[in-house]
T-cell receptor
Framework: DSGVTQTPKHLITATGQRVTLRCSPR?????VYWYQQSLDQGLQFLIQ???????AKGNILERFSAQQFPDLHSELNLSSLELGDSALYFC????????????FGPGTRLTVL | AQTVTQSQPEMSVQEAETVTLSCTYD???????LFWYKQPPSRQMILVIR??????QNATENRFSVNFQKAAKSFSLKISDSQLGDAAMYFC?????????????FGKGTHLIIQP
């Protein structure tokens, strides 16, 4: 158990809908990263937050957005969902103060029908 | 942008044998971190081993060790005394200190099969 939690584990929804994925980092970690894992694109970095502020942006679509709250949990919002958004979404956290090692949550499996 | 290449889509090894998974990367930076993550069928991403680029000594974690060749930009993972529980996808990953602008950059993975 990495100490990073993600909810829900599975999500099934229809095209055009909007969903919210939630992540709680390890206790004390200030950074949260979001990744998408799909069969065709592999593991891709989406976005990083550090202590509530957006720090880095990767291959995140404009239909997707994220935020980190004062209690350091983070949410990834996916809107106008398309079939191609079906993927495993991971959250990871680290504290940057030590090793730059990212610890991953169990992921949320999103299926868009 | 940095790239990570894993040239072996699949590897197979007999239980108790040793196997080496290859990884090469491309970067113009001198300070960075390299990782191997394991993803078993449960899909959880599990850290296997970590290497800081400024350290010449190869990292070791129990049966797992790396061969880090900075000049060649090579970072291979050796698994000794392979066990059935080692069967998984293995991903090589790179990042700059602080996560950089790209978070972790992953290779496409190597599927490791353990033959009993």
């Amino acid at each position: 158990d990495s100490g990073v939690t993600q909810t829900p584990k599975h999500l099934i929804t229809a095209t055009g809908q909007r969903v919210t994925l939630r992540c709680s980092p390890r206790s004390g970690d200030l950074s949260v990263y979001w990744y998408q894992q799909s069969l065709d694109q592999g593991l891709q970095f989406l976005i990083q937050y550090y202590n509530g502020e957006e720090r880095a942006k990767g291959n995140i679509l404009e239909r997707f957005s994220a935020q980190q709250f004062p209690d350091l949990h983070s949410e990834l919002n996916l809107s106008s969902l398309e079939l191609g958004d079906s993927a495993l979404y991971f959250c990871a956290s680290n504290d940057r103060g030590s090793t730059d090692t990212q610890y991953f949550g169990p992921g949320t499996r999103l299926t868009v029908l | 942008a940095q790239t990570v290449t894993q040239s072996q889509p699949e590897m197979s090894v007999q239980e108790a044998e040793t196997v080496t998974l290859s990884c090469t990367y491309d970067t113009s930076e001198s300070d960075y971190y390299l990782f191997w993550y394991k993803q078993p069928p449960s899909r959880q991403m599990i850290l296997v081993i970590r290497q800081e680029a400024y350290k010449q000594q190869n990292a070791t974690e129990n049966r797992f060790s790396v061969n880090f060749q900075k000049a060649a930009k090579s970072f291979s993972l050796k698994i000794s005394d392979s066990q059935l529980g080692d069967a998984a996808m293995y991903f090589c990953a790179y990042t700059l200190p602080g996560g950089g602008a790209d978070g972790l950059t992953f290779g496409k993975g190597t599927h490791l099969i353990i033959q009993p």
